[in-house]
């Protein structure tokens, strides 16, 4: 499958804002779909998870009550819904793959297989 994120742009601090990533070339319901995000200098880091059904999300602490996943299976995009955001939100934001029918708790980048190619956040004071 292959993977395009878009949405990125420049915001301010307590803005919100929508990511997208658009899949193709594979069917879309069989994969947990994720997004990571990577600031300069840092790792790679767990944002958000969401199932192959959108029945189950999950979130890592720093977003935590802030951001929201979801996806348009029948649309094949899976989206990032921002809100509140911080300077410590600036990032390159990936969205990734992982084909599983189990519960998406997968944190970690090494676990996806399918990796878009980033979009660039970046949150002003």
């Known amino acids: 499958v292959q993977l395009q994120a878009s949405g990125g742009g420049l915001v301010q601090a307590g803005d919100s804002l929508r990511l997208s990533c658009a899949a193709s070339?594979?069917?879309?319901?069989?994969?947990?779909m994720a997004w990571f995000r990577q600031a300069p200098g840092k790792d790679r880091e767990f944002v958000a998870t969401v199932s192959w059904s959108g029945g189950s999300t999950y979130y890592g602490d720093s977003v935590k009550g802030r951001f929201t996943i979801s996806r348009d299976n029948a649309n094949k995009t899976v989206y990032l819904q921002m809100a509140s955001l911080k300077r410590e939100d600036t990032a390159v934001y990936y969205c990734?793959?992982?084909?599983?029918?189990?519960?998406?708790?997968?944190?970690?980048?090494?676990?996806?297989?399918?990796w878009g190619q980033g979009t660039l956040v970046t949150v002003s004071s």
């Open positions: 070339g594979g069917t879309f319901s069989v994969y947990n």
């Open positions: 990734a793959a992982r084909r599983s029918y189990s519960n998406p708790r997968y944190y970690l980048p090494n676990e996806y297989t399918y």
